[in-house]
């Protein structure tokens, strides 16, 4: 199998930076997951979009490990913050990710029991020591994956309390379990998109099921939620902005 460094990421809109400068020279689909090979700043690379969640993302490294042998599994995207030092487009080098063990659901008065996988190994401290040459703001610290969307503010940092938790996102716990499990170096780099203080626009009615944006579902949830157009244009900015800032420290990474 062809060994190649793997950028994995839930959905194309967190993709969309390397995507656009890469070479593409394959792409494969299979379920929810996307693949895109080629190379990107002299490296061979492969993207991978796993479609929203623990599951999808676990069946889509999957897919991609049966044809290809990563020296290196880059998980990225976007996460909520539950700290309120975490502004948006801030970077987040996890070097530890835990999970609500499986039965158990999120309370946001009460500490469940959770799952952890180590990410702080020998590539983490290189990338931390890397990522830290520049003026971007890096966070390290412990996330959480969890199964659904935290939108409201005061439940994200209730969370950050109960776990002690810089983030929350949804398939970085799945993702790290299967590298380990394949003694493949993973590192998750996360940008905030909404601080802990923020209110976060509930989109899951615009998205398919293999997490892409459906326009015909965002023109219904428009014509259904007046005054939303402008909620929609601050968030489609704050992405853009959010994955060029993944972009950047992809860059800065991978030319290390």
């Not at 959905?11 to 299979?30: F, N, Y």
């Not at 690379?45 to 049966?66: D, F, H, P, S």
């Not at 999120?106 to 702080?120: G, K, R, T």
């Not at 401290?125 to 409201?152: C, F, H, M, P, W």
Request: hydrophobic share 40%; glycine share 6%.
């Amino acid at each position: 199998m062809e060994s190649v460094i793997c950028i994995s990421a839930a959905v194309k809109e967190e993709l969309a930076g390397v995507k656009r400068e890469m070479e593409i020279e394959e792409q494969l689909r299979h379920k929810s997951a996307e693949i895109w090979k080629g190379r990107w700043l002299g490296k061979d690379i492969v993207l991978l979009k796993t479609g929203i969640g623990g599951t999808k993302a676990r069946q889509a490294l999957t897919y991609l490990l049966e044809k290809y042998s990563p020296e290196l599994i880059l998980s990225i995207g976007f996460a909520g913050g539950t700290i309120k030092t975490l502004q948006p487009s801030n970077l987040v080098l996890a070097n530890k990710v835990l999970a609500l063990s499986p039965g158990n659901e999120i309370n946001f008065s009460q500490c469940q029991p959770v799952s952890a996988v180590d990410l702080n190994s020998a590539v983490f401290q290189k990338a931390k020591e890397i990522l830290l040459q520049g003026k971007d703001t890096l966070q390290e610290g412990t996330i959480l994956s969890v199964d659904q969307i935290v939108y409201n503010p005061e439940n994200k940092q209730a969370i950050g309390h109960l776990y002690d938790v810089v983030a929350l996102e949804m398939e970085t716990f799945q993702l790290a379990q299967a590298a380990q499990e394949k003694s493949i170096p993973f590192l998750s780099l996360r940008a905030i998109s909404d601080s802990a203080e923020e209110e976060l626009l509930n989109v899951s009615p615009m998205l398919t099921e293999d997490g892409n944006v459906s326009f015909l579902k965002a023109g219904w949830f428009v014509l259904s939620h007046p005054g939303s157009m402008k909620d929609l244009l601050n968030l489609k900015k704050r992405a853009d902005l959010t994955t060029q800032t993944l972009t950047n420290a992809l860059k800065k990474l991978l030319r290390a």
